[in-house]
């Protein structure tokens, strides 16, 4: 009978500080964006806030569908060779809900 391999990756405490440095630094941008320019009376100045963050949100979508398009293509093709790199795509492709919901609601606010 054979024994069941159980793979756990873990991730470096290192590498978990600076994301996490990483992500208060862009939710303090984000903050200060939408206090100065989010806010503003402007009109134009929303308008600008609103439109690089849904220009930055539908780059990255696509990022993560081109990402899902090589996993589909190579498992239709039946490539063998993307099996050293597949986790890679298959876990970028897992934001595709969230860009796709921030695309959207930045989209209905236009």
Do not use: Q
Not at 50 to 75: D, H, K, P, R
């Amino acid at each position: 009978m054979a024994s069941s391999v159980k793979e756990h990756f873990e991730i470096p405490p290192k590498m978990k500080t600076w994301s996490m440095v990483l992500i208060i630094i862009g939710v303090i941008a984000f903050i200060a964006g939408l206090i100065t320019k989010g806010m503003s009376k402007d009109e134009h100045e929303k308008a600008i806030f609103i439109g690089t963050l849904m220009y930055n949100s539908i780059f990255w979508m696509l990022i993560c569908n081109a990402s899902m398009f090589f996993v589909c293509a190579t498992t239709l093709a039946m490539g063998g060779w993307n099996t050293v790199i597949r986790r890679v795509p298959e876990a970028i492709s897992t934001l595709v809900p969230v860009f796709g919901t921030i695309t959207f609601l930045f989209s209905c606010m236009l």
